[in-house]
């Protein structure tokens, strides 16, 4: 099965993204997360994207479908994928189709996470994340018990810098300018649109019975 998480940044693709591949035993492929790994690690590629992620802008697409295409001809998409963060282009979608039909894969089934701006606005600029386990923190409405700390290791807490106000900003403008071909380009039968303002636990519940169809998902936890 391959499951494209659309959605904008804030919307809660990353949580939802773990909940699936834990249920379904199928990795996640977040590209935002390949890339910042690859601008830590000072890669060619993390090289050439480091401005650009730091700018709140998309790095190309020759680039990126090459990156996905080496991550996914890896053994452990065998029984499936889930794509976070991609496609965000109409050349990446049309990319994509061609990967999935060469491969002889089945048809991705789309779960788009619907948030209004000014909710996206305010979790963004207030997320947090643990500098050394990662768990995410929002300010405003999931503090940590200490301020600055993390409650499962202590460790300091530090934000992304592509979520400062001004680059938040600009990642919702360029978000909101592709998304609406992208959604045309996935309409019909494999399109689910999911209230991403609702708890993540009803949302998970809400993805299970859309994916239930077509994929064996057992009931109950
Ligand atoms: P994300 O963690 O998904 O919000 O992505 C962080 C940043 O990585 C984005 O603001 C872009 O600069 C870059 N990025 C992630 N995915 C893509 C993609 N599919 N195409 C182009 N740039 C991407």
Redesign the pocket.
């Known amino acids: 099965m391959i499951i494209l998480l659309v959605g904008s940044?804030g919307s809660g693709?990353g949580t939802q993204a773990r909940f699936i591949s834990e249920r379904l035993a199928i990795p996640t492929i977040?590209?935002?997360?390949m890339?910042?790994a690859e601008c830590e690690s000072e890669t060619v590629l993390g090289l050439a994207?480091q401005s650009?992620?730091a700018a709140?802008?998309?790095?190309?697409?020759e680039l990126?479908n090459a990156m996905v295409v080496n991550r996914l001809s890896r053994p452990d998409c065998g029984d499936g994928f889930i794509l976070?963060?991609?496609?965000?282009?109409i050349p990446?979608a049309f990319f994509l189709d061609s990967f999935v039909e060469e491969r002889g894969l089945p048809s991705p089934r789309v779960i788009h996470l619907d948030v209004p701006m000014p909710v996206l606005i305010s979790r963004l600029s207030s997320r947090w994340h643990c500098s050394t386990c990662h768990r995410t923190y929002n300010l405003l409405y999931q503090p940590p018990a200490r301020k600055g700390r993390c409650d499962v290791d202590d460790a300091m807490l530090v934000q992304r810098n592509?979520d400062t106000e001004q680059v938040v900003r600009q990642?919702l403008e360029?978000y909101h300018s592709l998304a609406g071909p992208l959604l045309d380009h996935y309409a019909g039968d494999r399109y689910h649109r999911i209230d991403g303002q609702c708890p993540p636990e009803d949302i998970s519940r809400q993805i299970e019975e859309a994916l239930r169809p077509v994929a064996a998902i057992p009931r109950g936890r």
């Open positions: 940044p693709k977040s590209t935002g997360d890339l910042r994207a650009i992620l709140g802008r998309l790095v190309d697409d990126v976070d963060g991609y496609p965000r282009t990446q592509d990642r360029s």
